[in-house]
């Protein structure tokens, strides 16, 4: 028995390597090739929002350099987590993928139960643009800096109201922020979308706001609004003259909206890189640079590798101020 096996040891290896070799061939082949149909780009939130405005732009300029097209899919809905548990669920073949933002690393620490890990079931492409955040009041106060803002807050303690566009969202974390790093005392009260918070913050029924550059801008030009600082970790280039909260005497304090690409975990690296340099050549090109500035926002495109530990650290440094803020999503 052992003689047979071995003379016909020859000639299941040559069987074997024949089937094979057409296997092996294919996954170079299916990944040299792609894309060969259209791409979903999934947008979690719905159509006129920043996101949405930005998976659009990217997506026009991304289906002319591959050759194919790229259709914008909004699924908005439960903070962006409806349409990012379709992509984590998706094919990972590269054509069904994610434009996220900031809420992609605060709903794991704001719902009980999420359907879909947001680390381990993604693979990041990269992160597209961030942004500064105003901290804006209410002319009627009577504060032009963080140290009179905090000042006036302590000899208001518990009176004082601020806004943001959503639970959960940059503007309310910062707002947290500010109240953890200096004892104050103020009420989160969220509307919806960034349009009715500042009206809000106009008719002074909150006190004050991190908003986004663009929207707040529009109003303190008209002293509707008064800036106070950014929040970001250096000043922005849109506003050099506002200081960052962190140099108003609150070192280590900073907040950036972002959004950025993924697609589903177990992506094949060759697409992912290849959707990570189409999307950084894009972001390269003056018309795109111009039109994300006009938005107020900076333009990133970073490695995945980065991209993925970033949004790790994101996790990890938001979840305890959370817990403590006491803020959820059902």
Known sequence: MKHGLAERAPVLAVIIAACWAPLAAAAPAAT??????????????????TVDMLARMIAQRLAESLRQQVVVDNRGGASGTIGSDLV?????DGYTVLMTMTSHTTTPSMFARLPYDAIRDFAPVTMVTSAALILAVNPALPVHSVKELVGYAKSKSGQLNFTSAAIGSGGHLAGELLKNMTGIA??????????????????????????GLLPAQAQVKVNRLRAVAVSSGKRSTFIPELPTVAESGLPGFEVVGWYGLLAPAGTPVAIINRLQSQIVRILAQPEIRGRIAGEGAEVVGDT????????????????PLIRQSGAKLD
């Open 186 to 211: 103020a009420t989160h009260v969220p509307y919806r979308g960034t349009g009715p918070a500042i009206i809000a913050l106009m008719a002074n029924e909150v006190q004050f706001m991190f908003a």
């Open 304 to 319: 995945p590798a980065h991209f993925g530990e970033f949004l790790q650290a994101d996790i990890a440094r938001w979840a």
């Open 88 to 92: 984590a669920k998706a094919p990972a």
């Open 32 to 49: 040299g090739s792609y894309p060969s149909k259209p791409i979903r780009l999934i947008v979690p939130q719905p159509p006129g929002g």
